[in-house]
């Protein structure tokens, strides 16, 4: 790997893992068939969150100290375009139909929406305090933000684009995962050595 090695993503057919290397501005390409590094993509500042398309086609990459989005190209592994959000862009989800990308900007308590078919940004929400986590859940509905310092999770509503709910949970939540069935979040909370488990179906 490079410098750093910090978030990682899979090409959907399984071939490929992506990985951003933090200190060094790179992004790594690793062929699973080999288990070796075949290219390594020079992207912004400090990549840190990184989310592939759902055909495959594309990764984002949020670079935390550039205010930027590296658009890589997976055919070239070259960087096609890049977009300008908030100030400290760390996690970054796109919708299972591949039309949007959610990034949440740390240092602005926001989360830029992206049209991945212009890679413009469409909207840009105000969350809670110190954004770093998102996902998307399987049915591309609602998307989950974790406030870092803001000990909760914000809910925003796709379709609507707008903050649905708040929801409390441990200190610092800095990461999730959800079910491939959409009924429950794991959410990792590192201040206290804890993960909280949130019913997501009652939306």
Request: glycine fraction near 8%; charged fraction near 10%; hydrophobic fraction near 35%.
């Amino acid at each position: 790997m490079g410098d750093g090695p910090t978030k990682i993503a899979i090409t959907p057919n399984g071939n490929y893992v992506y990985v951003t290397n933090w200190h060094d501005d790179t992004v790594s390409v690793i062929s699973t068939s080999s288990n070796s590094v075949v290219n390594t993509i020079a992207v912004g500042d400090t990549p840190y969150g990184i989310a592939i398309t759902p055909n495959g086609n594309y990764a984002y990459v949020s670079n935390y100290y550039h205010t930027t989005l590296s658009v890589i190209s997976t055919s070239s592994n070259s960087v096609v375009d890049t977009i300008s959000v908030g100030n400290s862009p760390a996690g970054v989800a796109i919708t299972p139909d591949g039309n949007y990308a959610y990034v949440t900007n740390l240092a602005d308590n926001t989360v830029s929406i992206i049209d991945t078919s212009t890679n413009g940004v469409v909207d840009t929400l105000l969350v809670g305090t110190d954004p770093a986590g998102v996902e998307i859940t399987p049915d591309g509905n609602y998307t989950y933000v974790l406030n870092w310092h803001g000990n909760n999770v914000s809910v925003i509503d796709t379709s609507s684009n707008s903050v649905v709910d708040t929801i409390p949970v441990g200190n610092s939540p800095w990461d999730i995962a959800i079910t491939p069935n959409g009924n429950f979040g794991y959410i990792t909370n590192n201040g206290d050595n804890t993960v909280t488990m949130v019913y997501l179906r009652s939306y």
